[in-house]
């Protein structure tokens, strides 16, 4: 495994890759929708198709439905198309689980099911996924209509330089990066015939650096956020709940 | 599918069948700790050997490491082994969230994910999956020593009589049922070198009667409880971190 130092200065470089990147006008929205005469649709749908093949390449993996594909990097504010990725992150979530469950059961022996849920919640979390669209440049290929969304790409890929593993929650990831990652995992189940071991040969490399025992030892913080995040959904619940049934509260 | 009435006897019917086993001593752990002279060991090791054979046949699956199925059927109660069944616990909840996921997705094309979850929690929960264990007398082979086991499980197998589909929490189900339930997945999900379409092909038949979108609907009451445990769970977590913090406090 490579030192905390190395890691660190190889994710700074990664990230300045990126944000040179990022400072291009987005690919999947570059386009305004003003802008949609006949002509620029026809190239819109080239540049479309090229753009999926492009994220083949990404993900070593040619789809034998492009289809899939195209709803996974589809966001519903895109809404023309009549469909999205919610669908297909849902079904890519429960695989993802599932693969880090099977990975992990088997590399901790000894680890208890807490143990290991926390090991598996630090690395199928926002923050994580939406790392790994951000590193593969993946976000490049989200078609939305979020008018905020590429600002707060920008954002992120900015704030996480600070934090070369996991911030554990101090930085603010955009859900719909760590979504068409999800998507993405969904898609390429559902294409492969529900094969978890071709989802996990192309998945694996892309998800590093997956989060061990040992990184999460490093960072004891990740356990406390894993726990923190719970109760702050608790207690935002709870808040509601009251506020739902008493004029006035204070604690 | 057959009506409300026809399942509600047929349930009633298989119940009594249940009862009359369950009055019987409980076959894991009829012999008492005290009792285990060199012949008792034997003699026991015989049942227990027998008694794995018998869970084969209910789930019609032939485990290539016995071991596997023997500790999907071990409490940690039942100490003196150094292995219990939640290790395969953990493993076969995620197989069975896949499972239902990919099934319910296919099935209901135009279900959001919010509408999907729901389903599957209606199928996935301690309850339901309780009420698995006790409709295939798995029950009888789970190896344990807690003390009040068995008055639970004949008192939960009386009081779902009252409710054909699911009590939707108002019932209380032994947990260590539903855990041998996803135990024996997690057991079968290994043996069979990680196939999910083996599992489901053991599984599916077991796990009937699966609630579907349409009984869902017909036990309005369901969506509730799932909100409501979430709810319950929050209150509870909420209370015990004041109760941390403060000395007194009234709501």
Chains 1, 2 share one sequence.
Not at 14 to 26: A, G, P, Q
Not at 180 to 192: K, Y
């Amino acid at each position: 495994m490579e030192s905390q130092q190395e890691e660190s200065a190889a994710a700074a470089l990664d990230m300045i890759k990126v944000l040179e990147i990022t400072s291009e006008s987005h690919k999947g929205t570059k386009e305004s929708p003003d802008d949609r005469s006949e002509v620029a649709s026809e190239k819109q749908t080239t540049d479309w198709l090229t753009d999926l093949d492009e994220v083949e390449e990404i993900l070593n993996y040619k789809f034998k439905s492009k289809k899939l594909l195209e709803e996974a990097l589809t966001h519903a504010s895109f809404s023309d198309q009549g469909f999205s990725y919610e669908r297909l992150e849902y079904i890519g979530d429960s695989v993802l689980n599932l693969l880090f469950t099977k990975e992990q059961y088997f590399l901790y022996p000894d680890l208890p099911p807490g143990a290991l849920t926390r090991l598996r919640s630090a690395n199928v979390n926002t923050e994580k996924l939406a790392r790994v669209a951000i590193k593969h440049k993946l976000h490049r290929y989200l078609r939305h209509k979020m008018p905020l969304l590429e600002e707060q790409i920008r954002e992120f890929s900015q704030a996480i330089l600070d934090y070369p593993l996991h911030s554990n929650g101090l930085v603010d990831a955009p859900k719909a990066l760590a979504d068409i990652v999800e998507a993405a995992i969904g898609a390429v189940f559902i294409d492969s015939n529900f094969s978890i071991d071709v989802v996990w040969k192309i998945f694996k490399d892309l998800l590093e650096p997956i989060i061990s025992q040992e990184t999460l030892k490093v960072h004891p913080v990740a356990e406390l956020y894993v726990e923190g995040s719970q109760k702050r959904q608790q207690w935002r619940s709870h808040v509601r709940t009251k506020a739902a049934h008493a004029p006035l509260i204070s604690f």
